[in-house]
């Protein structure tokens, strides 16, 4: 399948960066051309192998997936759903979120996900904002009554589907979809699909404002080639496991697009809580070959009796989602012999910066820019920086047109798409520098970057600083207001087991970060908690930590 696409053979990575494209072939429907094509080429072939924290499980072939995927498309058009309708999916980790998704693409209809975690002023907004016309979700804790009481202020929501559960007023997902033919043929005059249509649309975290609507076309499973076959090194006839919750674009990542059309299957560990050894067990019992998670979760896998599991069919191993500290990038290939690949990207794009299969990592680095991506590092003049300065990453599209796999803007938001997307460039948000081997490195998002007495302070150096010292299980740098310096630093800190907060182990980690980097940026404010705050993905959400470091000097 790959093959129809792109090439696969490249000899380093020069050769690839020079000479990769995608063929991106008139009116691409992922659904069709790669689902149901799998289907008729090999319908045994292993698409999708799920489980869950209770011991169920299911294994689905590419020929599975065409039936019940054309059983949801019937099920959808017999509510009315067509081409252009906004759907919103809330499934957690449910294996029928693949079914749901990949019908969506065959009608035409553009999927919207989102996690469970949304509360119902956030359900309310992200409906009326684009117009939801049936949202799926799982029945899980209080979901179902939160959609329930926003109902009343959605006026275009007309349809609920619930999965794994009954309720009045929801259609049952698997009662309905099982009254259907499994033949749905490919919609052909107004009702067909083209690449420019829209397809799939991610709600991007709002920090600083309401969220935005990043809005894809047909084109963007294409893109996730790069993703998938030479950052995550995905295998044909392998198991990929990405961790990850369905309602962030880490799925689109990792769980579907790319590791399909290369031809590997996704595994998928649908579960509440995460535990470290669950994960570790999944990856030993279950022959998963290529694994991606966040730093974070690799900074608790460290922590285990590695000796206990067997590794020995996992081959590659990718992070991304957030910067990897080369603390534990070292420990982990000590401990597995493994080394991870770090990747960069967004919710509006697939990999754009990574250390591609020929790339020897440098621990921390970001790695080197995705071919067909023209990427750069400018000033906030616009003007490119030197080697070793930091500035805004960039993609650049001197001709205007987009590179396959970027979104296509901010759905009903021209104002905000121009804030980022202007002079052919279109501006990521994160500042970075590159070094003399024209590998990348993290500094921090444009927002995350402190400023104190003069001095620019990316919050990723201060944490791997941090990082290194044995106390510390995971931190988080943040910025919090000073009178005299403008901002100074913060340390929020988790203790690993074992140590305990005290005043003599504060001056001991401020002195460390001393000696480990430049003193300037050592954290004046340090603060010991339990845990983090963060996303459903294991990403470290310091916009929390901001938000609660501000109550508390409005309350002084």
Excluded at 80 to 102: A, N, P, Q, T
Excluded at 422 to 427: L, T
Aim: glycine share 6%; hydrophobic share 40%.
């Amino acid at each position: 399948m790959l093959d129809k696409y792109a090439r696969r053979d490249f000899k380093s990575y020069e050769d690839f960066f020079e000479n990769f494209k995608i063929n991106v072939p008139e009116n691409f429907n992922f659904g069709f051309d790669v689902v149901d094509a799998t289907a008729d080429e090999e319908p045994n072939k292993k698409a999708l192998v799920w489980c869950n924290e209770h011991g169920e499980n299911r294994t689905f072939t590419f020929s599975d997936m065409k039936k019940e995927t054309n059983k949801a498309v019937n099920f959808f058009k017999s509510l009315g759903i067509k081409k252009g309708d906004f759907v919103m999916l809330i499934l957690k980790r449910r294996f029928e979120y693949w079914i749901s998704l990949v019908a969506l693409h065959k009608l035409g209809a553009v999927a919207i996900p989102a996690t469970h975690l949304l509360k119902e002023k956030d359900i309310s907004y992200r409906v009326n904002a684009a117009d939801v016309k049936m949202i799926i979700a799982v029945d899980f804790s209080d979901l179902l009554q939160r959609i329930d009481n926003c109902q009343k202020d959605c006026p275009t929501l007309k349809h609920k589907v619930v999965v794994a559960g009954k309720r009045d007023g929801w259609y049952s997902f698997t009662d309905e979809v099982a009254k259907q033919s499994d033949v749905f043929e490919r919609p052909t005059g107004a009702e067909a699909t083209h690449n420019d249509d829209k397809m799939l649309i991610y709600f991007t975290s709002g920090t600083t404002s309401l969220p935005k609507m990043a809005l894809h076309d047909f084109t963007y499973p294409l893109g996730h080639i790069l993703t998938a076959k030479f950052w995550q090194n995905v295998e044909e006839n392998g198991c990929h496991l990405t961790l990850a919750d369905t309602g962030w674009a880490k799925a689109a990542w990792g769980k579907i697009y790319g590791q399909w059309i290369s031809g590997c299957a996704v595994f998928v560990y649908d579960f509440d809580k995460f535990h470290p050894t669950d994960v570790l067990d999944i990856i030993s019992k279950h022959n998963i070959t290529s694994f991606c998670g966040p730093a974070t979760v690799y900074r608790f896998l460290i922590k285990e009796d590695l000796s206990k599991y067997d590794f020995s069919k996992l081959k590659y191993c990718c992070v991304a989602g957030e910067a990897l500290n080369p603390e534990v990038f070292n420990k982990w290939e000590k401990l597995t012999g493994h080394k991870i690949m770090e990747g960069f990207g967004q919710s509006e794009g697939p990999i754009l910066v990574g250390n591609f299969v020929w790339i020897k990592p440098k621990p921390g680095s970001m790695g080197k820019p995705s071919p067909t991506f023209n990427i750069d590092i400018v000033d906030d003049d616009g003007n490119p920086c030197e080697d070793g300065k930091e500035g805004n990453l960039i993609v650049r599209m001197p001709d205007g047109k987009k590179p396959t796999g970027l979104f296509c803007g901010y759905y009903k938001s021209p104002d905000k798409t121009k804030e980022v997307w202007h002079d052919n460039m279109y501006f990521t948000g994160d500042v970075v520098y590159k070094d003399e081997d024209g590998y990348f490195w993290f500094v921090g998002r444009a927002d995350d970057v402190i400023k104190s007495s003069g001095y620019r302070i990316g919050p990723f150096e201060v944490e791997s600083a941090l990082m290194e010292h044995p106390a510390v299980l995971e931190c988080a740098i943040t910025a919090v207001p000073d009178p005299v310096r403008g901002q100074v630093v913060k340390a929020t800190i988790v203790l690993a087991k074992g140590y305990h907060a005290s005043d003599s182990l504060v001056v001991e980690l401020q002195n460390h970060v001393k000696n480990v980097t430049a003193p300037y940026k050592y954290p004046r404010v340090v603060e010991f908690v339990d845990e983090l705050p963060k996303t459903i993905s294991g990403k470290i959400r310091k916009v929390a930590i901001r938000e609660a470091d501000k109550a508390k000097h409005a309350a002084k």
